[in-house]
């Protein structure tokens, strides 16, 4: 299947707490990842998780030459258990996990991948309030695929009262009205058989060129303008700097949250974020190393 460790796979650690794997990037020390459930609790934002890890785990911070800015890093020393999101679903008799094969065996069958499970059914902390997380590998014509199977009704649009719900429980970066119509548009979000799902789409290849080291890593107010779109986490847009200036000839926003995927060609951003330079003529931008929020200044 996909190569591991990858995004979505969690960690139990000797604490009792549940953390869930962030990106591609494999080091021989640790695991990449965030904090998802501590003492029963959902983690369910980025600001809350690293507000925990900086309180609790702030020696997992490390300064990782492939990232460029400093990142969790959890000791393998500390992993008592390793959830693959291969696992299979066997306990049938739970709705939830039901549907989720039915969703496995429907995306597999009809777009030509593999998928998993991720989220609550993997690290089976699941709630009244739980939706199905799966994590599937990139394939052919996948957009297209997701398209059909929104046509003929099996995947729906996320539908208005699910949104508010969803929102309020994880509401951070972006307006509601805006979110609310960015996330009507996603093939990778949405409703199947009454129930809240989201796909990550995982495509390791594509990272690797964009990991670092990089020679100079800065904090800037940012402003910059899509010019691409991406399905796929991380994301990986084309993009165009229009604040601040640099002789760069080529620039990249690159994400890590589902939040961010799906955005529109031709939107047009602000926020604070990073600047890391590649090369004199590649720079990559991300707003993931700040919680604050982000301005869309115009849509398409």
């Known amino acids: 299947m996909i190569n591991h460790p990858i995004e979505g796979d969690e960690l139990?650690?000797?604490?009792?707490?549940?953390?869930?794997v962030k990106g591609c990037l494999h080091l021989?020390?640790?695991?990449?990842?965030?904090?998802?459930?501590?003492?029963?609790?959902?983690?369910?934002?980025?600001?809350?998780?690293?507000?925990?890890?900086?309180?609790?785990?702030?020696?997992?911070?490390?300064?990782?030459p492939q990232i460029g800015y400093p990142t969790p890093?959890?000791?393998?020393?500390?992993v008592v258990k390793y959830l693959n999101i291969a696992e299979k679903l066997t306990d049938e008799k739970n709705h939830l996990k039901l549907l989720a094969n039915q969703l496995i065996r429907i995306i597999q069958n009809n777009c030509v991948t593999e998928c998993g499970i991720t989220g609550s059914l993997l690290g089976n902390y699941l709630s009244e309030s739980s939706?199905?997380?799966?994590?599937?590998?990139?394939?052919?014509?996948?957009?297209?695929?997701?398209?059909?199977?929104?046509?003929?009704?099996?995947?729906?649009?996320?539908?208005?009262?699910?949104f508010v719900r969803e929102y309020h429980e994880v509401k951070e970066i972006i307006d509601e009205e805006l979110h609310q119509?960015?996330?009507?548009?996603?093939?990778?979000?949405?409703?199947?058989?009454?129930?809240n799902y989201t796909l990550k789409v995982i495509n390791c290849d594509r990272e690797r060129p964009f990991l670092g080291p990089y020679y100079h890593v800065r904090k800037a107010n940012i402003m910059l303008r899509l010019l691409?779109?991406?399905?796929r986490t991380p994301s990986i847009y084309e993009a165009q700097l229009v604040r601040p200036h640099t002789l760069a000839k080529k620039a990249y926003m690159i994400t890590y949250r589902v939040r961010f995927t799906e955005l529109p060609k031709g939107s047009l951003i602000k926020g604070e974020g990073l600047i890391l330079y590649k090369d004199m003529n590649t720079v990559i931008i991300t707003f993931d190393r700040f919680p604050s929020r982000i301005e869309f200044l115009a849509l398409p």
């Not at 691409?228 to 399905?231: C, E, P, T």
């Open 12 to 20: 139990l650690l000797k604490d009792g707490s549940l953390w869930i």
């Open 28 to 64: 021989d020390n640790g695991y990449v990842a965030v904090p998802r459930v501590v003492n029963g609790q959902k983690l369910k934002t980025f600001k809350k998780q690293f507000t925990y890890i900086r309180r609790y785990y702030l020696h997992y911070l490390k300064n990782i």
């Open 73 to 78: 890093l959890v000791s393998s020393k500390d």
């Open 131 to 162: 939706d199905i997380d799966l994590v599937c590998a990139d394939g052919v014509n996948f957009p297209e695929c997701l398209k059909r199977l929104r046509d003929k009704e099996v995947l729906l649009p996320i539908m208005d009262k699910e």
């Open 181 to 195: 119509e960015l996330v009507k548009l996603k093939l990778t979000q949405g409703f199947f058989e009454g129930v």
């Open 228 to 231: 691409s779109s991406d399905y």
